[in-house]
């Protein structure tokens, strides 16, 4: 026998797999009809758990994980194809999220951050608060202060904005809005201060960060402050010889001399901010979901997550993982999707994953401005 005849042979083999994979989701289906009727949930506890240990039993030694692997994807279809059948409404009735009604903007920093240009490209011309910190803007928005705030989120050069995620943890919100700025450094200072007096830089950490290599080529001491504007806003008051990371536009606005343009490692530069709000607001065309959730802490577990994803052909845009902050190192998941919470797949993926998970959060349904 050649291998053009063990192929063959391989080939026999899957379409018969594929004919017994078929027959067990018909199966399925009436089971999904029986739940339905007899109002049971999905998931039965212990009966995938009896499956697996019956499927080792029955492999030979050198073929039990990979057997019990290939079980558990099986029933990972199974459960999203009963799901479907199942499912019922999107559990959140959303509010309408219009740029152009009369709300409240608010923002971390002063005039001239990319915060401020993030608003303009969503809200246009509405009057925009200013507030010291993240945290100051997740409250206000918690409190009613204002109705939408505006936090950056990624960077595409230094990544995720660790203290976003981390107050992400800490608020109830939904994500009503997103979109990207290009980030265009330069170096600023009084205009009587030359670049080789420059002692310290002042900036966000993320702007620090994206142009680290410029810093360490010419030897300069950098210090995290609030914001770029906040930074460039500092230089204009103090007599000591130090410089801003802050964009062009800004630098202009507070009266500085640009030492050097185009400062960042990496060109292009963007960032991407999130408009928060209290409520859950939807826009008419959303094309993002945002979730956050926590996962059993055992083998496969992020594997079969992922599966729910692939089966229901939604496409991931992000992932990113934080610890849970309680001594343990378990993490919470953020994810980013394409997807439509009127659309069947996604509202039947968001309810199989509230329903079988310890800790679930749905953070909103979003478009891109």
Known sequence: MDLKDLRNEIDEIDCEILSLFIKRMEVCRNVAAFKKENNL??????????????????????????AAVLFSNIMDISKSLQQKEISSDFFITPQKFNPSDDLKIGCQGVSGSNQEEACRNIFGDKPIRFFNTFADVFDAVDSGEIDCGILPIQNSTAGSVSETYDLMRKYSFFISARTQVEIHHCLAAKNEIPLESITTVYS?????????????????????????????????????????????????????????????????????????????????????ISVSLSIPNKKSSLYRLLTKFSVNNLDLEHIESKPVANGSFDVIFYLDFKGNVADKNTSSLLNELKNELSYFKFLGNYEDF
Do not use: W
């Not at 999905?42 to 039990?64: A, F, H, Y």
């Not at 500085?256 to 990496?266: G, S």
């Open 41 to 66: 949930p999905v998931l039965q506890g212990g009966r995938e758990d009896e499956i697996i240990k019956r499927i080792k039993e029955l492999s030979p030694d050198e073929l039990k994980d990979g």
């Open 204 to 288: 966000h950490v993320q702007a620090l960060s994206q142009c680290s290599e410029f810093l360490r080529n010419n030897n300069l001491r950098k210090e995290n402050y609030v914001n770029t504007a906040a930074a460039a806003q500092l230089c204009t008051s103090s007599d000591e010889p130090i410089a801003s990371i802050c964009s062009e536009k800004c630098a202009e606005q507070y009266g500085l001399k640009i030492l050097k343009k185009n400062i960042a490692d990496v060109i292009p530069n963007y960032t991407r901010f999130i408009c928060i709000t209290k409520n859950f607001r939807m826009s008419e065309k959303p094309s993002s």
